[in-house]
């Protein structure tokens, strides 16, 4: 065995290409330790698809070998770690593309293998010392600028010329995807209903920051300037999402809204119609995305007696922030970041506040969250030590669900440790706290059912110091001025908000295509970790995002601001290679075990 990281990833590497090279599975995987691991993002699978154990990376290689053609294993940079237990980055080739890998060894074999298709053979974006070369230097009458080309092209997409690719959706999640498609050359429309992109931050509660912080955050290609707060405010986020819309020429149809759509079997078209400045147009593309969200439709319970009550309430979605509260009761119902949000807007601007806690909460400070679970990854030491915001993104990625809880339970302990004091004030006010099912803290809520937890960035206080109420259990009933809980103490009120989440993402596809689509689908999110609000059975990925769904043509893309940015990327590779009539056979297309 070599006696250094490099030495012992050259060798495995070297032995993995011969026997890929050679067809010959059982060398392949002899290389691989019995718990192993192998996530593949379109490389191998055109999919997002995490194989466990010899068995399955067995099941795969048999499958799409042939297709593949994988060669050129190789060190992209030195190996870390020791020589038993090395990690490091690779670069390898497929029939089809270019992948970047992160490998680790552990006793000499593979214990995690991430692969990753970065571009497609013949396809590359046109970019560094492939960029275009914007002006013909040579002079002909009738030479049309930039901003006329520019200008007839908007003038022609979606009228005489349609788009390959419509974005239902120009939140973050959209406006990313679309750039991607736009430097692989992807005829795309971004449709949103609001006036300027960015609204959808804009219309938010006037105190909204971002509770991740910058280094997390960036956009595809364009990093946020390098003096941005930690934690920006949702205007600046919105203002910054309308520049990188123009800048980065986008297709972007603001005041529209999809009323409908359906497939066109004849065509093999989607046949959508939007309602754009108020005149109705339809638009036939082949790929249609919903981009709309983390998130399907605003869930609001229904409670005995709401409709007696003589005062405002409304969902945590249309809470405007600010005003002058002064003398109002203002109940809120739920305990995770937006009732967090809106209780403290509602105590800094006058009013007699009560959150109402139905379950137990995460709650992670934001100050111990960077530093425990983001410093490593996403921050100024991160990028001091050569972390940069992608290789922070496949770090992330290189762990695989299964393994990932294991790795966060510590430093949720030490988290537990460092704030003891905090959750102690927390808890002795009736505050009730929890750190996930298995102890493996926020991200892992986030991911199995995007709820469950706060981070605080003050309003804890207002709680541990009783200047926000609290109010344990269930809600009973409603009357006309109150909330009565199911101990039977009555919660007086003049505006009741309900911070209570929302559905699952293809809910909106019920109502835009039809039921019928939106069941196949299925569940978006969650990975079958048979925690709550995430069923088995097990995935291994997230549930329809950013891949082949049971409806040919149509995919779910969204996220966070870092998810967005990183996903995006391997939904922009697959449209692409769709479009230019390139095989994309997927392997293990997942089945829609849940509807909405």
């Given at each position: 065995?070599?006696?250094?990281?490099?030495?012992?990833?050259?060798?495995w590497?070297?032995?993995?290409?011969?026997?890929?090279?050679?067809?010959?599975?059982?060398?392949?995987?002899?290389?691989?330790?019995?718990?192993?691991?192998?996530?593949?993002?379109?490389?191998?699978?055109?999919?997002?698809?995490?194989?466990?154990?010899?068995?399955g990376i067995?099941?795969?290689?048999?499958?799409?070998?042939?297709?593949?053609?994988?060669?050129?294993?190789?060190?992209?940079?030195?190996?870390?770690?020791?020589?038993?237990?090395?990690?490091?980055?690779?670069?390898?080739?497929?029939?089809?593309?270019?992948?970047?890998?992160?490998?680790?060894?552990?006793?000499?074999?593979?214990?995690?293998?991430?692969?990753?298709?970065?571009?497609?053979?013949?396809?590359?974006?046109?970019?560094?010392?492939?960029?275009?070369?914007?002006?013909?230097?040579?002079?002909?009458?009738?030479?049309?600028?930039w901003?006329?080309?520019?200008?007839?092209?908007?003038?022609?997409?979606?009228?005489?010329?349609?788009?390959?690719?419509?974005?239902?959706?120009?939140?973050?999640?959209?406006?990313?995807?679309?750039?991607?498609?736009?430097?692989?050359?992807?005829?795309?429309?971004?449709?949103?209903?609001?006036?300027?992109?960015?609204?959808?931050?804009?219309?938010?509660?006037?105190?909204?920051?971002?509770?991740?912080?910058?280094?997390?955050?960036?956009?595809?290609?364009?990093?946020?300037?390098?003096?941005?707060?930690?934690?920006?405010?949702?205007?600046?986020?919105?203002?910054?999402?309308?520049?990188?819309?123009?800048?980065?020429?986008?297709?972007?149809?603001?005041?529209?809204?999809?009323?409908?759509?359906?497939?066109?079997?004849?065509?093999?078209?989607?046949?959508?119609?939007?309602?754009?400045?108020?005149?109705?147009?339809?638009?036939?593309?082949?790929?249609?995305?919903?981009?709309?969200?983390?998130?399907?439709?605003?869930?609001?319970?229904?409670?005995?007696?709401?409709?007696?009550?003589?005062?405002?309430?409304?969902?945590?979605?249309?809470?405007?922030?600010?005003?002058?509260?002064?003398?109002?009761?203002a109940?809120?119902?739920?305990?995770?970041?937006?009732?967090?949000?809106?209780?403290?807007?509602?105590?800094?601007?006058?009013?007699?506040?009560?959150?109402v806690?139905?379950?137990?909460?995460?709650?992670?400070?934001?100050?111990?969250l960077?530093?425990?679970?983001?410093?490593?990854?996403?921050?100024?030491?991160?990028?001091a030590?050569?972390?940069?915001?992608?290789?922070a993104?496949?770090?992330?990625?290189?762990?695989?669900?299964?393994?990932?809880?294991?790795?966060?339970?510590?430093v949720?302990?030490?988290?537990?440790?460092?704030?003891?004091?905090?959750?102690?004030?927390?808890?002795?006010?009736?505050?009730?706290?929890?750190?996930?099912?298995?102890?493996?803290?926020?991200?892992l809520?986030?991911?199995?059912?995007?709820?469950?937890?706060?981070?605080?960035?003050?309003?804890?206080?207002?709680?541990?110091?009783?200047?926000?109420?609290?109010?344990?259990?269930?809600?009973?009933?409603?009357?006309?001025?109150?909330?009565?809980?199911?101990?039977?103490?009555?919660?007086?009120?003049?505006?009741?908000?309900?911070?209570?989440?929302?559905?699952?993402?293809?809910?909106?596809?019920?109502?835009?295509?039809?039921?019928?689509?939106?069941?196949?689908?299925?569940?978006?999110?969650?990975?079958?970790?048979?925690?709550?609000?995430?069923?088995?059975?097990?995935?291994?990925?997230?549930?329809?995002?950013?891949?082949?769904?049971?409806?040919?043509?149509?995919?779910?893309?969204?996220g966070?601001?870092?998810?967005?940015?990183?996903?995006?990327?391997?939904?922009?590779?697959?449209?692409k290679?769709?479009?230019?009539?390139?095989?994309t056979?997927?392997?293990?297309?997942?089945?829609?075990?849940?509807?909405?």
């Open positions: 065995m070599p006696d250094t990281p490099n030495g012992a990833m050259e060798t590497l070297a032995q993995f290409d011969a026997a890929l090279r050679s067809r010959d599975i059982e060398a392949a995987l002899a290389l691989f330790d019995d718990e192993s691991y192998w996530r593949d993002f379109v490389s191998f699978t055109w999919n997002l698809k995490t194989l466990e154990g010899k068995a067995k099941d795969m290689l048999e499958a799409v070998l042939g297709d593949v053609q994988p060669s050129n294993w190789a060190l992209a940079e030195d190996a870390a770690g020791d020589a038993m237990n090395p990690e490091a980055w690779v670069n390898f080739e497929t029939l089809q593309g270019k992948g970047y890998a992160h490998l680790r060894l552990r006793n000499g074999k593979c214990w995690t293998l991430l692969t990753t298709m970065q571009e497609l053979k013949g396809y590359e974006e046109k970019k560094g010392p492939y960029r275009e070369q914007g002006v013909a230097h040579s002079i002909e009458k009738g030479r049309k600028s901003l006329e080309r520019k200008e007839e092209e908007a003038a022609r997409l979606g009228y005489e010329d349609q788009p390959y690719a419509l974005v239902i959706g120009g939140g973050q999640g959209g406006i990313g995807l679309g750039a991607r498609l736009r430097r692989l050359g992807v005829p795309t429309i971004i449709v949103d209903k609001n006036a300027r992109p960015g609204d959808a931050w804009r219309n938010r509660y006037k105190s909204l920051h971002l509770h991740d912080p910058v280094w997390y955050d960036h956009l595809p290609y364009l990093n946020f300037p390098d003096d941005w707060p930690v934690f920006a405010a949702k205007d600046k986020i919105g203002d910054w999402l309308e520049h990188y819309t123009s800048i980065m020429e986008l297709n972007y149809w603001s005041n529209t809204e999809c009323t409908k759509a359906r497939w066109d079997e004849e065509s093999g078209t989607w046949e959508v119609t939007v309602i754009r400045d108020g005149e109705r147009v339809t638009l036939r593309p082949r790929q249609l995305v919903f981009a709309l969200g983390v998130s399907g439709y605003p869930n609001i319970p229904v409670f005995d007696g709401a409709d007696s009550f003589l005062g405002e309430q409304y969902h945590s979605s249309k809470h405007p922030g600010g005003g002058d509260w002064t003398g109002k009761k109940v809120v119902i739920g305990s995770n970041n937006s009732a967090h949000d809106i209780c403290a807007d509602l105590w800094e601007h006058g009013a007699d506040v009560t959150m806690q139905r379950s137990s909460t995460h709650i992670a400070r934001s100050e111990s960077m530093d425990l679970a983001l410093g490593d990854l996403y921050s100024e030491k991160a990028l030590s050569g972390v940069t915001t992608e290789k993104d496949l770090l992330f990625a290189s762990l695989p669900y299964r393994i990932l809880p294991e790795a966060q339970v510590p949720y302990q030490e988290m537990a440790k460092r704030d003891a004091g905090f959750y102690s004030q927390l808890e002795a006010a009736g505050f009730e706290l929890d750190f996930g099912v298995d102890g493996s803290g926020l991200f809520k986030y991911l199995r059912r995007g709820s469950g937890y706060y981070i605080d960035v003050g309003a804890s206080q207002l709680i541990i110091d009783g200047r926000v109420k609290l109010a344990n259990g269930q809600v009973s009933k409603i009357t006309g001025n109150a909330v009565i809980m199911d101990n039977g103490d009555e919660l007086e009120a003049d505006v009741i908000i309900y911070a209570t989440g929302y559905g699952s993402m293809n809910g909106w596809l019920a109502d835009l295509v039809s039921p019928e689509v939106a069941d196949q689908v299925g569940k978006c999110w969650g990975y079958g970790s048979d925690t709550p609000k995430d069923p088995g059975p097990w995935e291994g990925e997230l549930r329809n995002m950013w891949k082949p769904t049971n409806v040919e043509n149509l995919w779910i893309h969204g966070n601001l870092h998810q967005s940015r990183h996903y995006s990327k391997y939904l922009a590779l697959q449209l290679a769709r479009m230019e009539g390139l095989p056979p997927v392997y293990s297309l997942q089945p829609s075990h849940h509807t909405r």
